[in-house]
Every structure is written in C-alpha cells, then in structure tokens.
C-alpha cells in the first residue's frame, strides 16, 4: 500500500502547489505568514475531526516527541511559502526538489536497508525527472521573458536569498523526512495516527501564534475565509499529510524519492487548469518520470 499512499500523497500535493502559486501575491510581504495561519487552521480542524472519528488516544507530549519532525517540515515549508512570493523569477529549483533524494541517501547511509536494483533504478529515474522538470520550467520562464522583453532585476535572479531560499528549503525538508523515516518506519517511535496528530496540531499552534503576530501586533487585514485558493492548498496539503504518514511508515526510503515527484503533477495540474501548453521538454521529462513510477510500481507487485 505505500505506493498506492505514495502516489496519492504527490497528486495531493501537487494540487497543493497549484493553488499556493495562484493564491501567493509578490507584492505581499507577508503572503507567506497568511498561508502558514490557514494551513494551520485547516491541519487542526482535520486533527481534531481525525481524532474523534478514529477515537485515537492522543496525549499532548506526543507533540513534544514528535517535535523535531515537526519543526523541520513547518520550517521548510514557510521557507518554501516564502520563495513563492518570488515565484515569477525562480519557478522551481533543481536544488529545492531534491530533498527526496536527499532523504533516500541519508537513510541508505544510516539504515541497513534490503533494496533490489529495480527499487534503485526507479528512483534514480525518478530524481532525475524532478530535477529536469525544475531545469525545464526555468528556461520556459526566461524564454517567455525574452519574448515579452521583460528585464528582471538582477537583485532577484542573482542575490544570495534567491539562490540560499531553494537549498534551505532542501535541506529542511530532507532532513525532516529523515527524521520522519526514523520515527515511522526504522525505529516505530509511534504510529502514524499519532504522528500525523502530533504534526497537525504542532501546525495549528504555530498558525495561532502566527495570526495574533499579523492581527495584533502587525494590524494586517486578513479574512482567513476570503482566501479561497489558499484554503483550497491548505485542504490539498492537509490530505497529502493524511496518506505521507502512511506512506513513510511502511518504506521511507523509496517513497520519500517518489512522493518528491509531486512536482510533475504540479506541472500537469497547472497546464491544465492554467490553459497553458507543454512543451516537447515538458512531455520527455515527464514520460521519465512515469517510468520511474512505473518500475516502482512493479517492483512493489514482485
């Protein structure tokens, strides 16, 4: 089941990523700071409706142990929300998605792990469809420039954040999952109901935090229910947590590189709704991936 989990976790994700480009505003200082709020919002709603449901017995240090996941994940994230501000300028790194990678090497490293050839292939395959995507999207993104004759400001194509923002946001996420690896699947810490409500709530308190900064202290106007496609991300993102915990917790270090390949979907989602056309490089890159996919799919049947 972890590539049925897997898969869902990217498509999930990949919608994700599709309404935090639409709802992130570049000349909104504080877009990002807005997003952490209603995902955390939406992440302590599920929590609390997931609890109740499942009538999982949940204790309040279970946040505290799970923390160090936590801090990781909601670290890279706002990183990564605020890249998205620059969105126009730097599409997607080559560097930010490869944390995926990142994470499978770690836990090679680290953990004696029983992978066949096919398992590798896969993921090699698919870490090198991820990174050609990112490499396709910003040279689509400087021909379009030209085309349209627009001069970006080198402070944006060239500083020292532009190029630090998608390698923090790497080594955040990697280790994150790492760590998730280690909790779920290595080491059953606890399990993935637990998990999954430790880190929505750990969310949840940091978005409370966060709206009391930018109401009270920042006097910034926000209605949290008139950001429709910030909602419809934070939901999409939510979902994508449901099915990752599972995922992770029954083999991390394929579908940490797997559920990496959101971005492919976050392409495809964005072309269609978006109305815009893919490219010859677009379709060969994504072809590679579903090869990946594909091997892993396999791979999981034998």
Not at 66 to 94: D, H, K, N, Q, W
Not at 208 to 237: G, H, M, Q, S, W
Request: charged share 15%; with cysteine.
């Amino acid at each position: 089941m972890w590539f049925l989990f897997s898969i869902l976790t990217a498509l999930a994700w990949g919608g994700a990523d599709l309404f935090y480009k639409k709802g992130s505003d570049s000349n909104d200082k504080y877009s990002h700071l807005k997003i952490v709020v209603i995902v955390g919002l939406v992440m302590g709603l599920h929590a609390t409706g997931y609890m109740l449901y499942k009538d999982i017995d949940f204790k309040p240090f279970d946040m505290v142990e799970y923390l160090p996941v936590s801090f990781f994940y909601i670290a890279s994230m706002t990183i990564g929300y605020v890249g998205l501000r620059y969105l126009e300028l730097s599409i997607s790194s080559p560097v930010q998605n490869s944390s995926g990678a990142i994470t499978a090497i770690l836990l090679f490293i680290f953990f004696q792990q029983d992978i066949d050839w096919i398992h590798i292939l896969g993921v090699i395959i698919i870490t090198s469809g991820v990174m050609g995507i990112a490499i396709v999207e910003k040279q689509e993104e400087h021909k379009i420039m030209r085309l349209n004759r627009v001069e970006v400001d080198k402070k944006y194509q060239l500083s020292f954040m532009a190029i630090t923002f998608p390698i923090i946001y790497a080594l955040l996420d990697g280790a994150g999952t790492f760590a998730d690896g280690i909790y779920l699947d290595e080491l059953k810490l606890m399990s993935e109901d637990v998990a999954l409500l430790a880190y929505e709530y750990t969310f949840f308190i940091c978005a409370v935090i966060t709206f009391i900064y930018l109401k009270a202290f920042k006097k910034i106007p926000f209605n949290v229910f008139k950001e429709r496609d910030k909602t419809c991300a934070a939901i999409l993102e939510t979902t994508g947590q449901f099915f990752y915990v599972y995922a992770m917790s029954a083999y991390a270090i394929i579908a940490a590189p797997l559920i990496a390949s959101y971005s492919i979907f976050s392409v495809i989602l964005s072309r269609i709704f978006l109305k815009e056309k893919l490219t010859a490089k677009h379709y060969m890159v994504i072809a590679i991936v579903m090869i990946g996919i594909i091997l892993l799919g396999v791979a999981d049947e034998l």
